[in-house]
C-alpha cells in the first residue's frame, strides 16, 4: 500500500465476505441478551447482513453506521484476520 493511500483495508469474514476495517466498532459473540437484543432491533431497521451462508452465527460485527453483520467465523478468527495474523484468502 502506498503512503497516501487512503483505500480501506477490507478483512475477511468468511466465504469470500469483506469488511472494511475502518468501519467496524465491535466483533462480538451472539449469546447474550443484549446483543440478542440488537440483532433484533437492526433485522426491524433492515441493518442485519447475513454473511454466514446459512451456517450457524458465531459472531457478530457492529459497524459505525449500525449494521449488524453476522458470521459464521469465531470472533476471535476475525479479530486475528484484523491485527494481520490470520488467512486473508478463501481458507474456509
Keep these: 500500500m502506498k503512503k497516501n493511500d487512503v483505500s480501506p483495508i477490507l478483512v475477511n469474514i468468511g466465504f469470500g465476505n469483506v469488511v472494511a476495517s475502518s468501519k467496524v466498532v465491535a466483533i462480538v459473540t451472539p449469546g447474550s441478551a443484549p446483543i440478542k437484543r440488537m ?54
Excluded at 433485522?43 to 454473511?51: F, I, M, N, R, S
Excluded at 449488524?68 to 474456509?92: C, D, M, N, W, Y
Design 39 to 92: 440483532r433484533e432491533e437492526s433485522k426491524k431497521e433492515g441493518k442485519l447482513v447475513d454473511a454466514t451462508q446459512g451456517r450457524r452465527t458465531r459472531s457478530i460485527i457492529i459497524t459505525d453506521s449500525n449494521h449488524i453483520i453476522l458470521s459464521a467465523l469465531q470472533a476471535e478468527t476475525i479479530a486475528q484476520r484484523f491485527l494481520g495474523k490470520g488467512p486473508v484468502g478463501e481458507e474456509e
